[in-house]
């Protein structure tokens, strides 16, 4: 009865909202900074992409401290999922290929040789079935749980929503072709790198939200 109540439905989402306001006070201040302020800030290895893998590195350790061992087993594909998005934005997918990993050039240009397509292949077929186990068994739970308003299932589809959000503004200009100003152009990197960064937050939200869910 209590767990219902319409007064305590604010408090049960606390973590959530915390998490998304932190995000949009830091979009709304970061714009009143000085341009070499903000380069400084959403460069290539700066402080927010620097943050972005800390936290990556936090959610899997909040993993093996809060998770019993065999949800850490039977749900592997959330850590590698982790992991994935960590290397992602370390552009580990990029670094160490021809065009990289996620792009269909890599497996069509006559510049990578035999050896690299195959091993890009292979990561390919592992980041698909990740994706795929996480579909089949998680589908079911996630819809459920953002019908009855769980925090944790709802953390997880604000981070789907970033993903989204952060993917359109990642080279809009390119990929929309528009003309931003720069000032523009300095927005939409940081709702970029901002957005970015949100997606631990959230994945974390979510982690420590199942645990404490089980711990009621």
């Given at each position: ?33 000085d341009?070499e302020q ?9 402080l ?19 998770w ?25 997918d990029k ?61 997880v ?32 990197l ?27």
């Open positions: 009865m209590i767990r219902n109540s319409p007064l305590t439905l604010p408090q049960s989402f606390l973590s959530l909202y915390s998490g998304l306001g932190l995000l949009f006070l830091i979009i709304g201040f970061l714009p009143f900074l341009v903000q380069k400084n800030l959403l460069t290539e290895g700066g927010f992409e620097s943050l972005t893998v800390y936290l990556y590195i936090f959610c899997l350790i909040l993993i093996c401290l809060r019993p061992l065999q949800k850490i087993l039977s749900s592997w594909y959330l850590s590698a999922l982790i992991i994935l998005f960590a290397l992602r934005e370390l552009d580990y670094a160490h290929f021809t065009h990289g990993v996620l792009k269909s050039r890599q497996y069509f240009s006559d510049l990578v040789g035999l050896p690299e397509f195959l091993i890009s292949l292979a990561v390919l077929i592992f980041i698909l079935s990740v994706l795929t186990l996480i579909v089949l068994r998680e589908r079911n739970n996630f819809i459920k749980g953002v019908v009855d308003l769980k925090q944790s299932q709802l953390a589809l604000a981070s789907i929503i970033l993903v989204i959000v952060t993917k359109t503004f990642d080279g809009m200009e390119r990929k929309f072709g528009i003309d931003l100003s720069p000032s523009g152009e300095r927005f939409a940081i709702v970029e790198e901002v957005g970015e960064m949100g997606i631990p937050i959230m994945f974390a939200i979510a982690i420590l939200s199942w645990r404490n869910k089980k711990q009621t």
